[in-house]
């Protein structure tokens, strides 16, 4: 068991990539309610809520008492993790009905977005690790929320606004490609899976923008499908690649960065489900099944690692 001095110290020294978990359990809670796991999935929901509420409360008090370490930790990339976290839960939240709750959450996720990634983007620089997706990760979850919100509501100008993060996430996608250091397929600590991870959320937002107003008939529809079908083709590359790269190199020492390789296994996995009715390719349906059960595995593996990393050390008596 842990002492409780060891967990405030844990805690206090938690990193900004810490949002990571709130993305995985909450995406598996997507995935899980999407196959027809409505207990499981609650329960995913519960684990992702309280992180949540936990690091939003961490994030206020840096911010009113620490803002040297605020600003410092606003200048990493995974700062963004507050953003995407944010959407993820609010994307639950909605599927779930409850639209006021998701509503309340874009907001806030739509407030803090532009100044983190304005700090993030400034500070880019070259060969960085696969945390520099996370803008386009974010992003994507805005356009995610708001079309799922827009669809239910039949809001036309939200819609169009899911539409532009799309389309800016598409960009940033393509401008953090640019920057990120390939090596880390073969030696990354667990995030350069957010090199495809990115690419899913792509798809599920534009599988969610295919069936809201954005998306309704016309060219709009077609381009939107073949856009989703195409950024989901990808992210399965990244997918097979990244695997093969893991059996290669194993990596089996726990590091934080870790729920970040669990996030886009479970983010592939929705896509696919999302996807498969919206775009009429009936076959991602059992393909997104078997990718989450491969996610749910990853997120139990990873947290046995972390109670074991969390274990105190006994020195032998001399």
Same mark, same amino acid.
């Given at each position: 068991m842990l002492s409780r001095s060891h967990l405030r110290d844990w805690w206090a020294a938690l990193p900004p990539a810490a949002g990571g978990a709130v993305m995985a359990a909450g995406i598996l809670s997507v995935g899980l309610e999407l196959t027809g796991h409505h207990l499981l999935s609650l329960a995913a929901l519960a684990l992702s809520a309280l992180l949540w509420l936990l690091l939003a409360a961490d994030f206020t008090l840096r911010l009113a008492v620490d803002r040297g370490r605020f600003r410092a930790d606003a200048y990493t990339p995974a700062a963004l993790t507050a953003v995407a976290a944010t959407t993820v839960l609010g994307a639950r939240l909605s599927q779930l &009905?409850? /639209?006021d709750a998701a509503a309340a959450l874009l907001v806030l996720a739509a407030l803090i977005w532009p100044g983190l990634l304005l700090a993030v983007v400034r500070h880019w620089r070259r060969r960085m690790p696969? =945390? =520099?997706? +996370? &803008?386009? #990760?974010? *992003? /994507? &979850? +805005? $356009? #995610?929320? $708001?079309?799922? +919100? $827009? *669809?239910v509501h039949r809001l036309d100008w939200l819609a169009r606004a899911a539409l532009a993060c799309f389309c800016l996430g598409v960009l940033l996608y393509v401008l953090a490609l640019r920057r990120f250091d390939f090596r880390e397929v073969l030696g990354g600590a667990g995030d350069h899976w957010v090199a495809g991870g990115s690419l899913a959320i792509t798809a599920l937002a534009g599988a969610r923008l295919t069936a809201s107003p954005a998306g309704a008939g016309g060219p709009a529809h077609a381009a939107l499908r073949t856009a989703t079908l195409t950024a989901l083709a990808l992210s399965l590359v990244w997918y097979a690649v990244l695997l093969a790269a893991e059996v290669r190199s194993p990596r089996p020492r726990y590091d934080i960065r870790r729920w970040s390789t669990v996030f886009p296994l479970g983010m592939t996995a929705t896509a696919c489900l999302t996807a498969a009715p919206v775009t009429g390719v009936a076959p991602l349906r059992p393909l997104g099944e078997v990718l989450l059960w491969i996610a749910a595995a990853a997120w139990a593996l990873t947290c046995v690692a972390f109670l074991r990393s969390r274990r105190p050390v006994r020195r032998r008596p001399r």
């Open positions: &009905g409850r /639209q696969g =945390v =520099v997706f +996370l &803008g386009c #990760v974010a *992003t /994507q &979850g +805005l $356009a #995610v929320l $708001a079309a799922a +919100l $827009a *669809t």
